[in-house]
């Protein structure tokens, strides 16, 4: 029976090379972590920006919409007028 106070066992070079790439890893991976972390919130920052525009892309919208809307119907009556103009004795 082996006693706890005896001398501990060395480690291979796998076991230490194992380790040192475990460590590099963790190391990456909390890299990782930090950098989508900052991603995101720069994301999110984007995201409050263009939600800040919204209200104006609403009114742009209802603009265009009724700009659109006009030249048909300016059309429609001048087309209307024209006819009657034709029609309409000399």
């Known amino acids: 029976m ?26 990456s991976l909390e890299n990782v972590l930090q950098n989508i972390n900052k991603l995101n919130r720069s994301l999110e920052g984007v995201i409050a920006v263009g939600n800040e525009f919204g209200q104006v892309e609403a009114l742009w919208s209802q603009f265009e919409n009724v700009m659109a809307k006009n030249p048909e119907k300016e059309e429609t009556q001048d087309t209307k007028d024209a006819a009657a103009d034709e029609g309409a004795p000399r």
Do not use: I, W
């Open 2 to 27: 082996a006693t706890s106070s005896g001398p501990q066992p060395q480690s291979t070079y796998f076991e230490q090379q194992r380790a040192l790439l475990v460590g590099d890893v963790a190391a």
